[in-house]
């Protein structure tokens, strides 16, 4: 990858919340269970008894409280249709784990008289701000810097 340090053979990211980082295959999260086969993690059916142990990047970034996505609410729709939009918020996350099981909500909590959704993943944040949007209408601006993975997107309908 251009612009990224290189080490020695062997050399792994050590950015821990790094999803392309390799792990000795098979790998499982010891909190989560995933399993880490074929070059990504993913749902385990079976108990692989040999497999080496790690942490997952979700698990770590949820005991770490520490997002790669922030959706934030805003408005007086939001407040009045709040259970349907929470509805919509944890399908679209089911729906997104059953396939990428990476992609997690760390938190929904209230914050600058709006709501705000943290979730591991970029992907994850702009998925649910999209789904809202088409379902909702309302405004949707998405905020990233050039170059960061953090991705911001602010809700709002009044
Ligand atoms: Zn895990």
Known sequence: MPGE????????????????????????????????????????EEVVPEAARAICPACRREIDRYPGGYVLLKGAYCTKHWQEILNLIKNQEEEARRTRPLHRILWIEPRDAGMEIATTTAHLARRLGKAIQSAHKGELSIHQAAGEPLVRLVWRRD
């Open 5 to 44: 340090r290189r080490g020695q053979v062997g050399w792994e990211s050590d950015n821990p919340y790094y999803e392309g980082k390799k792990h000795r295959e098979p790998t499982v999260c010891v909190r989560c269970g995933l399993l880490y086969r074929d070059g990504h993690w993913q749902w385990a």
